[in-house]
């Protein structure tokens, strides 16, 4: 997906999500769907005022597959 798409599309009224694994220190990160697109934005809870990094439906499901699944791949 383009990333200039991804980014213009607006997160005006997006209902954001908190993680289900939120650590006691508030460690966690938020999504939400973008309503325009198929794709999820991602944010810091703790820094809401910062801009949101987006990634498509498609890239998301992988990444949340290989999380749960013990495979991804840090550098």
């Given at each position: 997906?383009?990333?200039?798409?991804?980014?213009?599309?607006?997160?005006?009224?997006?209902?954001?999500?908190?993680?289900?694994?939120?650590?006691?220190?508030?460690?966690?990160?938020?999504?939400?769907?973008?309503?325009?697109?198929?794709?999820?934005?991602?944010?810091?809870?703790?820094?809401?005022?910062?801009?949101?990094?987006?990634?498509s439906a498609t890239g998301w499901?992988a990444f949340v597959t290989a999380?749960?699944?013990?495979?991804?791949?840090?550098?």
């Open positions: 997906m383009n990333p200039n798409t991804l980014y213009s599309a607006p997160l005006d009224g997006a209902t954001w999500y908190k993680s289900s694994y939120t650590a006691s220190n508030d460690q966690c990160v938020e999504i939400a769907e973008l309503s325009t697109l198929p794709a999820v934005a991602i944010r810091d809870s703790k820094n809401t005022n910062l801009p949101a990094s987006r990634v499901a999380l749960k699944a013990g495979t991804l791949v840090t550098a």
